[in-house]
């Protein structure tokens, strides 16, 4: 796969942000380097040590961490009682600017992916001073008709698929209402309808994420805990819009357009369209927009990984 090598993690840890929560952290590359935050996408998938890939290790000091409730931060979005009602956007946010006092970090560089685009923006917006430059793939802002695609409109692509999708939810339920649906039966306290409403939503989640990946490939491997957290944490989520206000994150984008920004979009990303990179782009002219033919959602469609080297590796030879 094309970029720099992973390597090690140099430390890793937990730290306490409220709540109860502890964020898992872990560090790499050049300690002395430009500090580099990693926002994972989902909400809730977690962070993966293949996203270091897109910074030279020599010049950057890494930092990755998995967002409340998900994969290695406590408690668990998959524990039996656990309450999500302290995991919002906004606790996200003042959870970042945490990581920033915690390292020691004046302003830092961002990378994002699909939820991980919203996050970092609206992040950017509340606190521009502390963000030197930022790098977006799969650019998403979370807006109602975004949600709406990618859990009703796009079902013409995928017609087996979503028969699979609508047939998991109870008979009575909307089209507009899946969302809701699979997050209730994602806690409920019977395990097989948990568990089962789990890999349905996993399964349609899948069936777009990649150009190259056969549509409804199922579970591909993931274990049914990680596929409860995960489902839990994106219904919580987008059931509630992400707690953004219509139209948030472009209305706001006059705060940040001082930031040198690149997003990078695959023409067939069938879960973030261009369509909205193409509208952030307009509202935000400054931003460096490289679109890649033939790649998709997914980070490992070709050209995507490359396009993200070259931002990075222009950020670091002093252009922020």
Request: hydrophobic share 40%; net charge negative; glycine share 10%.
């Amino acid at each position: 796969m094309a970029g720099y090598p992973v390597g090690e993690a140099t430390s890793t840890g937990w730290l306490p942000v409220g709540e109860g929560h502890q964020l898992y952290w872990e560090e790499a590359g050049n300690p002395e380097g430009v500090p580099a935050l990693i926002l994972h996408g989902g909400p809730g998938s977690g962070f993966n040590e293949s996203m270091r890939r897109v910074f030279d290790p020599a010049k950057y000091r890494i930092i990755g961490f998995d967002q409340r409730n998900a994969r290695r931060s406590r408690p668990s979005a998959g524990e039996a009682d656990i309450d999500l009602a302290t995991n919002t956007t906004w606790h996200l946010v003042e959870d970042i600017e945490r990581l920033r006092a915690f390292f020691g970090v004046e302003r830092w560089v961002m990378f994002g992916m699909s939820w991980g685009t919203t996050l970092g923006l609206v992040y950017a917006e509340a606190h521009r001073d502390r963000v030197a430059a930022m790098a977006f793939a799969g650019v998403t802002m979370t807006r109602v008709e975004e949600i709406d695609w990618l859990y009703r409109a796009i079902a013409p692509l995928y017609p087996e698929e979503w028969q699979k999708y609508v047939a998991g939810a109870p008979p009575d339920t909307s089209e507009t209402g899946l969302v809701a649906a699979y997050s209730d039966m994602m806690f409920s306290s019977d395990a097989a309808v948990r568990e089962g409403a789990a890999r349905a939503f996993h399964d349609w989640d899948n069936a777009s994420a990649s150009v190259t990946r056969s549509a409804g490939r199922p579970s591909d491997g993931v274990p049914i805990e990680r596929m409860v957290s995960r489902g839990r944490i994106v219904t919580h989520y987008f059931r509630h819009l992400g707690w953004l206000e219509p139209g948030q994150i472009l209305r706001d984008v006059g705060r940040i357009r001082h930031i040198p920004t690149v997003l990078v979009q695959g023409r067939l990303d069938m879960q973030g369209p261009l369509k909205t990179a193409w509208e952030l782009k307009q509202a935000f002219p400054e931003a460096d927009l490289r679109i890649i033919d033939g790649a998709g959602h997914s980070s490992g469609d070709a050209g995507m990984t490359e396009a993200l080297v070259e931002a990075f590796d222009r950020f670091a030879r002093g252009y922020i």
